[in-house]
């Protein structure tokens, strides 16, 4: 029962990124690969990509009937490192993007970057000891559970940091759209809103079409939740980890793909 609930859990979030990926490919090739190098596209394309080991190694441990202890180590070695990283590049991605709205200004682009810097630091130096603590173990469900590791249960923690750089992002998008409108830019306005709208057509299909501050909020929320069950130390804490990682990458490329075909209406970079 326990593996069937992870399986179904990875199972879906594989299907979310291959369906979202086709679904953008042709916005990809325009907007990104015809496009100069720069700091916005490589951070792109790793978080774009990265999800695709993720999803390689826990399918495959998903489904394979025999696994050695030395490779069952290696991917819970592996996986939290892909998944630290496309989540870094998916938060630089969207600092920029709050950076862009705030017309970039050379305080907000400090504090904003300092916070994502001194963020990820922090997640670094807890996933190191992760790594260096882990184990494998017998499963006490050998049946079911071919592959299981123990380690030190201080990954609740990056979720907590990872929720505060959420709300900081999203007071600050607030704030920058108060201003705009303020101000009367509501074209620019009208992109904040929208990024939010792959939401309804993946995963909720009832958020409205211009509900994009619900992208911080859902992502937000996914990671309370995280940090909660990662907290508790069950047999189920693991299983909301995988659709949070994708949903990243999902929706920030979503982003990205909304700002590039609406350069013109806005004063962002988008090399």
């Not at 469900?141 to 380690?151: E, G, N, W």
Request: proline share 2%.
């Amino acid at each position: 029962m326990i593996n069937d609930t992870l399986r179904y859990c990875e199972v879906s979030a594989a299907t979310i990124f291959f369906l979202d990926y086709f679904l953008t490919l042709d916005s990809e090739i325009t907007l990104i690969w015809k496009s100069n190098w720069g700091v916005v596209k490589a951070l792109f394309l790793i978080m774009r990509y990265m999800p695709l080991m993720d999803i390689t190694l826990r399918l495959y441990h998903q489904f394979v009937l025999s696994i050695s202890h030395w490779n069952c180590v290696l991917s819970g070695q592996i996986v939290p490192v892909s998944i630290t990283i496309g989540l870094a590049a998916a938060e630089c991605l969207l600092a920029v993007r709050t950076w862009c709205l705030w017309h970039r200004r050379r305080v907000v682009g400090i504090l904003i970057f300092s916070l994502a810097t001194g963020s990820f630091i922090s997640t670094m130096v807890l996933i190191v000891q992760y790594l260096i603590s882990v184990k494998y173990v017998p499963s006490p469900f050998s049946t079911q559970i071919l592959c299981k590791v123990d380690a030190v249960r201080k990954l609740f923690i990056a979720y907590a940091i990872l929720l505060g750089l959420e709300i900081t992002l999203l007071f600050a998008t607030i704030t920058a759209g108060i201003n705009m409108r303020r101000l009367g830019s509501p074209g620019f306005t009208k992109i904040v809103v929208r990024d939010g709208a792959c939401v309804t057509s993946i995963m909720m299909w009832i958020l409205s079409k211009h509900a994009g501050i619900f992208y911080y909020i859902y992502l937000g929320a996914l990671s309370a939740v995280n940090m909660v069950l990662l907290a508790k130390q069950t047999e189920y804490s693991n299983s909301l980890v995988f659709l949070h990682r994708v949903l990243h990458s999902v929706l920030a490329a979503r982003v990205v793909f909304n700002l590039r075909a609406n350069t013109h209406k806005g004063t962002c970079p988008t090399h």
